[in-house]
């Protein structure tokens, strides 16, 4: 099935909102067995809005659209169907209903006129209910025995990430999935501590495989090993990975950190929590970041206890830094040291975790930008850790994350190893 993505709003045009959206579903499309051919960026404009329709609508089976479903005139993606279609849009007593009800039931009592207009349909459309937001998506599906596919589809949803992805997960993925004659799942082994080409090396024995396939990718939180598998059945293309898998864990062993969605923040904390173990950070460099990571998983209060965001020398002193050492160099491996103790004092924890360096572009100390230096403090044990990256100030607090939970994890694996 030939599909096209046509993601709407000016906003995406001016480059005022990253589109999102479309990397969503394109990553989603492959295991319904549905081929991603074009993805179209349009502003919220009738003419070109209703050229990209018309142009999806012939050479597309099915077309997923994002944006342009809101209250107000320039929201057109309903109208703009409607009339590419040659159909009469109308608002349904139904969804009406529904709409006015979920005003209700976030306390507003009288909905604006102006909403009205999300209730409506077109005779080729059916709704898509909408948890997240007042808009329902449509789902508009047309036979044609020219076609492919036997029909053509638009599927109309939010603009809003957090409301697409939710109407997706819940309406529209299993829709897809009923239809597909064939479904491709994977399952992605995350690693640390190992670069892409030793990964690469490592796993070379089972490359050669094109049903289960497997992919080696860099990603932000380490290398993946992407193992994917194409059946009839989801539970069919589970047993084509299954022993693919074993495999390639054996061979891997203690570099996997994780799979699939799991963060190395949440397989660290489940380390720290089955050790009993409890954490603190004092951050410099990062600003808080590695504390962010770390309170992004569910649950994360039993073992983290709370961060010092030292950004300003004299706060490091007044938190523990010993003023002498501080006057050498608060960029040097003897502050993320003296940090680490300070934190693990002040905090009360059983490790403590520090970090300071150069975030910004300007060497410091006579120091590069991008230089970090990394301490972890048990009581009895201190891991040092430094590094040279710099690619911004965003990738070095990124890099900064990474290395620090990778420090972690290494240090919490050999101490699960000793007993």
């Given at each position: 099935?030939?599909?096209?993505?046509?993601?709407?709003?000016?906003?995406?045009?001016?480059?005022?909102?990253?589109?999102?959206?479309?990397?969503?579903?394109?990553?989603?499309?492959?295991?319904?067995?549905?081929?991603?051919?074009?993805?179209?960026?349009?502003?919220?404009?009738?003419?070109?809005?209703?050229?990209?329709?018309?142009?999806?609508?012939?050479?597309?089976?099915?077309?997923?659209?994002?944006?342009?479903?809101?209250?107000?005139?320039?929201?057109?993606?309903?109208?703009?169907?409607?009339?590419?279609?040659?159909?009469?849009?109308?608002?349904?007593?139904?969804?009406e209903r529904v709409l006015r009800a979920g005003f209700v039931a976030r306390g507003v009592q009288d909905m604006p006129a102006r909403n009205i207009k999300q209730a409506a349909l077109i005779p080729s459309a059916r709704a898509i209910p909408n948890?997240?937001?007042?808009?329902?998506?449509?789902?508009?599906?047309?036979?044609?025995?020219?076609?492919?596919?036997?029909?053509?589809?638009?599927?109309?949803?939010?603009?809003?990430?957090?409301?697409?992805?939710?109407?997706?997960?819940?309406?529209?993925?299993?829709?897809?999935?009923?239809?597909?004659?064939?479904?491709?799942?994977?399952?992605?082994?995350?690693?640390?501590?190992?670069?892409?080409?030793?990964?690469?090396?490592?796993?070379?024995?089972?490359?050669?495989?094109?049903?289960?396939?497997?992919?080696?990718?860099?990603?932000?939180?380490?290398?993946?090993?992407?193992?994917?598998?194409?059946?009839?059945?989801?539970?069919?293309?589970?047993?084509?990975?299954?022993?693919?898998?074993?495999?390639?864990?054996?061979?891997?062993?203690?570099?996997?950190?994780?799979?699939?969605?799991?963060?190395?923040?949440?397989?660290?904390?489940?380390?720290?929590?089955?050790?009993?173990?409890?954490?603190?950070?004092?951050?410099?460099?990062?600003?808080?970041?590695?504390?962010?990571?770390?309170?992004?998983?569910?649950?994360?209060?039993?073992?983290?206890?709370?961060?010092?965001?030292?950004?300003?020398?004299?706060?490091?002193?007044?938190?523990?830094?010993?003023?002498?050492?501080?006057?050498?160099?608060?960029?040097?491996?003897?502050?993320?040291?003296?940090?680490?103790?300070?934190?693990?004092?002040?905090?009360?924890?059983?490790?403590?975790?520090?970090?300071?360096?150069?975030?910004?572009?300007?060497?410091?100390?006579?120091?590069?930008?991008?230089?970090?230096?990394?301490?972890?403090?048990?009581?009895?044990?201190?891991?040092?850790?430094?590094?040279?990256?710099?690619?911004?100030?965003?990738?070095?607090?990124?890099?900064?994350?990474?290395?620090?939970?990778?420090?972690?994890?290494?240090?919490?694996?050999?101490?699960?190893?000793?007993?």
């Amino acid at each position: 099935m030939r599909a096209e993505i046509v993601s709407i709003g000016t906003e995406i045009m001016f480059g005022e909102i990253t589109d999102t959206n479309a990397a969503y579903i394109a990553a989603a499309l492959p295991q319904f067995g549905i081929d991603l051919l074009w993805v179209t960026q349009v502003g919220d404009n009738p003419d070109r809005l209703r050229e990209a329709f018309a142009r999806a609508w012939e050479r597309s089976d099915i077309t997923f659209c994002t944006g342009g479903l809101g209250p107000t005139e320039d929201d057109i993606t309903r109208e703009t169907i409607a009339a590419m279609l040659g159909e009469t849009i109308e608002v349904d007593p139904e969804q009406e209903r529904v709409l006015r009800a979920g005003f209700v039931a976030r306390g507003v009592q009288d909905m604006p006129a102006r909403n009205i207009k999300q209730a409506a349909l077109i005779p080729s459309a059916r709704a898509i209910p909408n948890a997240r937001g007042t808009a329902p998506g449509w789902w508009v599906e047309r036979a044609m025995p020219s076609a492919p596919a036997g029909a053509r589809i638009i599927v109309v949803m939010p603009g809003p990430p957090a409301e697409m992805h939710a109407m997706w997960d819940a309406s529209v993925a299993p829709e897809l999935e009923r239809r597909a004659d064939s479904v491709l799942v994977a399952r992605t082994l995350k690693t640390s501590g190992v670069g892409e080409s030793m990964i690469d090396e490592m796993l070379s024995p089972l490359l050669a495989g094109t049903n289960p396939s497997i992919g080696i990718y860099a990603r932000a939180d380490g290398v993946s090993a992407r193992i994917a598998a194409k059946a009839a059945t989801r539970d069919e293309a589970w047993a084509l990975i299954r022993p693919v898998e074993a495999q390639a864990r054996a061979i891997l062993g203690p570099v996997i950190w994780g799979q699939d969605d799991d963060s190395l923040s949440a397989g660290v904390g489940r380390m720290l929590r089955e050790q009993g173990l409890t954490l603190g950070t004092m951050e410099s460099a990062s600003g808080g970041a590695i504390a962010s990571a770390i309170t992004d998983v569910s649950g994360s209060s039993e073992y983290f206890k709370g961060a010092l965001v030292t950004y300003a020398t004299e706060l490091k002193v007044a938190m523990g830094v010993p003023a002498e050492i501080a006057a050498r160099g608060v960029i040097s491996r003897e502050c993320a040291e003296a940090m680490a103790r300070a934190a693990r004092e002040r905090l009360g924890v059983d490790l403590a975790l520090s970090v300071t360096g150069i975030a910004g572009s300007e060497s410091v100390e006579d120091q590069p930008p991008g230089t970090m230096h990394l301490a972890l403090w048990d009581g009895t044990e201190m891991t040092y850790l430094t590094f040279r990256y710099f690619q911004g100030r965003e990738q070095a607090k990124r890099r900064i994350v990474q290395q620090a939970l990778t420090m972690l994890r290494t240090y919490l694996m050999a101490r699960a190893a000793r007993g």
